[in-house]
């Protein structure tokens, strides 16, 4: 122990890991099929999150805004092939608009919590910009990839119902707004149950990680609403965002819905 922090050593990794194994082989005793995949993903985090932490820790020493400005455009890059990969029945081609979603509202929110509420000295701090930057992503990108599973899932789903209101003058956008709503809504979901339970049946990660680190509870708790606040509004501006680019990949430039078969090699041209 050190002051009132509680460090974990080596053995204390191997009894997580071995937590993991355990659940690996209850999953094979049960014939699950996904142990050998939960190990191996135990494994994966705990090389990355050592590798992220070793990072982080020469980047925070040596002060250079230049190395921050590089590590988050990283994150980004690896947060857009990881929406893509999570999103399913998502056409190829949408790299593009992801990468602007999340670099555009990932700047605001970064820029509204280091500006105006947290107000750090330098202003690109790296011990708060880096992690803030981290959970910030990690929730925007599986919202943006269920968002854009459930947009292109539900334009399928609606194509005799859409064709009905292009033919009787709706535009593209309003024929395509209830697939929009939808996305949005359901990528909010997991956000808005998080902000609702907060505090009454979870302590959040931010905020038990400081309090498990020593700092003052009460100062965690401000810290993680604060967190909270910031995921549920980039969350909202990416989603939007990413259907505002991606919708009219859906139909032509005469405004009638494209066959399904088409809309991939469709979504990569509009991205070119």
């Known amino acids: 122990m050190t002051g009132n922090a509680y460090p974990i050593d080596v053995w204390g990794l191997l009894a997580a890991l071995l937590m993991v194994a355990l659940a690996a082989g209850v999953s094979g005793l049960m014939r699950l099929g996904i142990g050998r995949s939960l190990l191996w993903s135990a494994c994966?985090?705990?090389?990355?999150?050592?590798?992220?932490?070793?990072?982080?820790?020469?980047?925070?020493?040596?002060?250079?805004?230049?190395?921050?400005?590089?590590?988050?455009?990283?994150?980004?890059?690896?947060?857009?092939?990881i929406t893509l990969s999570r999103a399913k029945g998502v056409p190829r081609g949408l790299a593009g608009p992801v990468l602007l979603s999340l670099a555009v509202t990932l700047l605001l929110m970064l820029t509204?919590?280091?500006?105006?509420?947290?107000?750090?000295?330098?202003?690109?701090?790296?011990?708060?910009?880096?992690?803030?930057?981290?959970?910030?992503?990690?929730?925007?990108?599986?919202?943006?990839?269920?968002?854009?599973?459930?947009?292109?899932?539900?334009?399928?789903?609606?194509?005799?119902?859409?064709?009905?209101?292009?033919?009787?003058?709706?535009?593209?956008?309003?024929?395509?707004?209830?697939?929009?709503?939808?996305?949005?809504?359901?990528?909010?979901?997991?956000?808005?149950a998080s902000l609702a339970s907060a505090g009454i049946v979870t302590i959040p990660g931010m905020m038990a990680g400081q309090v498990i680190a020593g700092g003052d509870p009460l100062g965690a708790a401000k810290y993680q609403f604060v967190i909270l606040a910031a995921i549920a509004a980039l969350t909202l501006l990416a989603d939007g965002l990413i259907m505002l680019c991606v919708y009219r990949t859906c139909f032509d430039a005469e405004g009638r819905l494209r066959p399904a078969r088409t809309t991939a090699r469709t979504a990569a041209k509009a991205t070119a």
């Open 44 to 81: 994966r985090a705990l090389l990355q999150l050592c590798a992220m932490g070793l990072v982080m820790g020469f980047v925070i020493h040596a002060g250079d805004p230049w190395l921050v400005v590089a590590l988050l455009a990283v994150m980004l890059v690896a947060g857009v092939q």
């Open 112 to 192: 509204v919590v280091t500006g105006l509420i947290v107000r750090p000295t330098p202003w690109y701090a790296p011990q708060l910009v880096v992690p803030l930057a981290g959970m910030l992503l990690g929730n925007t990108v599986s919202a943006l990839a269920v968002g854009l599973s459930r947009f292109f899932e539900s334009m399928q789903e609606r194509r005799d119902e859409i064709g009905t209101l292009l033919a009787l003058g709706a535009s593209p956008w309003e024929a395509a707004k209830p697939s929009v709503v939808s996305s949005i809504r359901l990528g909010l979901t997991p956000t808005t």
